[in-house]
């Protein structure tokens, strides 16, 4: 004879009842990300004209000529194809929200501000990058790791000190530059290849050492940034699981028992 455990299966199908009903609400309320308003200008502008435009006003150094050209047009080529990928969003919520934390940080330097173009692109990586033109984008999945609204503000700051100190043109000249010595380095050789790291280390510092410094000049407490670096650190790793409590599922005529509810996670 077989005993059946009944309120196991009452308490499954009392899950279930709960689930369908929960994901009912959510398909009723939900609302996809989607760009709305007029098209900024970036989006539809051709990289050729740009490119056109860009090269006449750039200045150039001794042997840096060839290299800004270089640098210039494949940039805005490769904003072009960004802007027309559909990745990238305009007038949703989380630009405008990305935006406001923008202007506060920047408030004191509306000059700054009106040179830093902030979008939001659709992707779980982890990551935010800078361009020297003053475009910034910043992932839905930074977004959704971040703890704080400072965070957001840090991070900002830290992508607005590249665009500043003109680092991503910067470390491109010191790339060919690189390439093509001879003397004390041999083509490809380590030597090299960790010279070009030390250098974007170099600036990745700047970035964070004069990040910090245009942070404090915002309304933003330094004592809630501290995980900041750890989010970005461990990127990899997938959401923590916090602790789950049965009693969310619980009501006054629900009660779930103990031995559906594991005591300890297992991992592999």
Do not use: C, W
């Amino acid at each position: 004879m077989k005993l059946i455990n009944y309120s196991k299966n009452i308490a499954i199908v009392a899950i279930s009842f709960i689930a369908n009903g929960l994901f009912a609400q959510f398909d009723n309320d939900y609302v996809p990300l989607k760009s709305t308003g007029s098209i900024p200008e970036a989006f539809v502008k051709k990289a050729k004209e740009t490119s056109e435009e860009d090269l006449k006003s750039i200045t150039y150094g001794t042997d840096e000529r060839t290299a800004k050209q270089q640098f210039t047009i494949s940039n805005n080529y490769f904003l072009r194809e960004l802007f027309m990928s559909g990745d990238v969003l305009f007038n949703d919520p989380l630009t405008v929200y990305v935006n406001k934390v923008a202007d506060e940080l920047l408030k004191s330097n509306p000059t700054l501000r009106s040179q830093i173009h902030l979008y939001v692109t659709k992707s779980t990586d982890v990551n935010a990058y800078a361009f020297d033109k003053g475009y910034i984008f910043i992932n839905i999945g930074l977004l959704a790791q971040l703890e704080n609204e400072a965070q957001l503000a840090y991070i900002l700051a830290h992508e607005i000190t590249h665009v500043q100190k003109k680092h991503s043109v910067n470390q491109y000249i010191q790339s060919i530059k690189l390439e093509n010595t001879t003397g004390g380095y041999e083509r490809g050789s380590e030597d090299k290849t960790l010279a070009k790291y030390k250098f974007s280390k170099e600036q990745e510092t700047e970035a964070d050492t004069e990040g910090l410094n245009l942070f404090k000049q915002s309304a933003y407490s330094v004592k809630t940034i501290n995980r900041a670096f750890d989010v970005m650190q461990y990127s990899y790793l997938p959401f923590e699981l916090p602790e789950f409590k049965k009693t969310f599922f619980e009501s006054k005529s629900l009660v779930l028992p103990d031995t559906l509810y594991l005591k300890k996670r297992h991992q592999k």
